[in-house]
T-cell receptor, first 115, second 117 residues
Framework: DAGITQSPRHKVTETGTPVTLRCHQT?????MYWYRQDPGHGLRLIHY???????DKGEVSDGYSVSRSKTEDFLLTLESATSSQTSVYFCAISERLAGGAGELFFGEGSRLTVL | AQKVTQAQTEISVVEKEDVTLDCVYETRDTTYYLFWYKQPPSGELVFLIRRNSFDEQNEISGRYSWNFQKSTSSFNFTITASQVVDSAVYFC??????????????WGLGTSLAVNP
């Protein structure tokens, strides 16, 4: 199994509070991604990183920011959580961008509930 | 528009039945990659297979087989002699080139498979 851990795995928070989700990998893969999964929408890319301090937006980046200060860690921050950000968040890693010719390895997911 | 369609939202079969999950894609690229992922009830997403656009050879892995047909833009997944442990949501995805050296991964909405004893 790919060494990816997400924390926290479950979190309940209130509207307007900041939330940070952490993804940690032990595979030394260059690319890291944050997805959200919602019924009827499948998987949607929030942000991705192609190296330390190199990040870019995905299709649903509004309200989210990311940081990658080390190869192994990719943080997702909800600056001011809203109920629409209630979702399951997945971190993924790959050796090539967007899977490319290679596959994505996913973390276990973080379930976030914003009340 | 580039997209991936998994027309079957939910499928329910009885154990030992064969089941095929359909995936139809649209792309303007000549070089692209197709993937299947499995998401069991525990929630994690697991890679199953990757196919590139130049390799139309069908693949078999145990009870799993994949049929890639460029003529119909389909990449279907068959489970032979299904088992309860096959119950999961299965996602098809397409990776194609964007501007520059970027690639974009497009996901289908998934097919939920329930295998009943």
């Amino acid at each position: 199994d790919a060494g990816i851990t997400q924390s926290p795995r479950h979190k309940v928070t209130e509207t307007g509070t900041p939330v940070t989700l952490r993804c940690h990998q032990t595979e030394n893969h260059r690319y890291m991604y944050w997805y959200r999964q919602d019924p009827g929408h499948g998987l949607r890319l929030i942000h991705y990183s192609y190296g330390v301090k190199d990040t870019d937006k995905g299709e649903v980046s509004d309200g989210y920011s990311v940081s990658r200060s080390k190869t192994e860690d990719f943080l997702l921050t909800l600056e001011s959580a809203t109920s629409s950000q209630t979702s399951v968040y997945f971190c993924a890693i790959s050796e090539r961008l967007a899977g490319g010719a290679g596959e994505l390895f996913f973390g276990e997911g973080s379930r976030l509930t914003v009340l | 528009a580039q997209k991936v369609t998994q027309a079957q939202t939910e499928i329910s079969v009885v154990e030992k039945e064969d089941v095929t999950l359909d995936c139809v894609y649209e792309t303007r690229d000549t070089t692209y990659y197709l993937f299947w992922y499995k998401q069991p009830p525990s929630g994690e997403l697991v890679f199953l297979i990757r196919r590139n656009s130049f390799d139309e050879q069908n693949e078999i892995s145990g009870r799993y087989s994949w049929n890639f047909q460029k003529s119909t833009s389909s990449f279907n997944f068959t489970i032979t002699a299904s088992q309860v442990v096959d119950s999961a949501v299965y996602f098809c995805a397409l990776s194609e080139a964007e501007a520059g050296n970027n690639r974009k991964l497009i996901w289908g909405l998934g097919t939920s498979l329930a295998v009943n004893p």
